[in-house]
T-cell receptor, first 116, second 109 residues
């Protein structure tokens, strides 16, 4: 159980375009979802925390107008990278938390974004 | 500030035992996680410790000492597939995960 999917698994886009990444909890309802970014040979960097039905909480230094997060249901959160630039090229990973007494995060397989 | 320290890289031999250490300084403590991450893939959960002591799960064990701000992940009977990065993460008083930079484990035949 506790499977999280992400779509797409990889995407190449041109500079200036927008890209939407979906994160779904397949067999559980996730009260909280997290979006991370990971550059090569570096650890995970938390970008934002989103709770269903409310605005996302962004980490310091993450532009909320550039990285739009929508958590419209208990099983779906989306991250839209707007006006993407080559420096946004990275591995984007979402995770979901069951809530209640469970604090374990279940990770999606990640989305590799390349901006040309 | 909050800080998680773990070695950058370790090398071990197939069939041997390796211990990956993690020390932390965080605002509050609500548990420590170990995750395994293969190159190009997302992390997968290995263990969760919230009380002092050793938790054993097959070939992997995780130890926690809250008074020392210290944990280790012990991998026994190493296999080539264990080559990966191992991430230590601490849940702080706000239930946020604070991540270490990860330890890249290289297994040699």
């Amino acid at each position: 159980g506790a499977v999280v999917s992400q779509h797409p698994s990889w995407v190449i886009c041109k500079s200036g375009t927008s890209v939407k990444i979906e994160c779904r909890s397949l067999d559980f309802q996730a009260t909280t979802m997290f979006w991370y970014r990971q550059f090569p040979k570096q650890s995970l960097m938390l970008m934002a925390t989103s709770n269903e039905g409310s605005k996302a909480t962004y980490e310091q230094g993450v532009e909320k107008d550039k990285f739009l997060i929508n958590h419209a249901s208990l099983t779906l959160s989306t991250l839209t990278v707007t006006s993407a630039h080559p420096e946004d090229s990275s591995f984007y990973i979402c995770s979901a938390r069951l809530g209640g007494d469970s604090y374990e995060q279940y990770f999606g397989p990640g989305t590799r974004l390349t901006v040309t | 500030g909050q800080n998680i320290d773990q070695p950058t890289e370790m090398t071990a031999t197939e069939g041997a035992i390796v211990q990956i250490n993690c020390t932390y300084q965080t605002s509050g403590f609500n548990g420590l996680f170990w995750y395994q991450q293969h190159a190009g893939e997302a992390p997968t959960f290995l263990s969760y410790n919230v009380l002092d002591g050793l938790e054993e799960k097959g070939r992997f064990s995780s130890f926690l000492s809250r008074s020392k701000g210290y944990s280790y992940l012990l991998l026994k009977e190493l296999q080539m597939k264990d080559s990966a990065s191992y991430l230590c993460a601490v849940m702080d008083s706000n239930y946020q995960l604070i991540w270490g930079a990860g330890t890249k484990l290289i297994i040699k035949p």
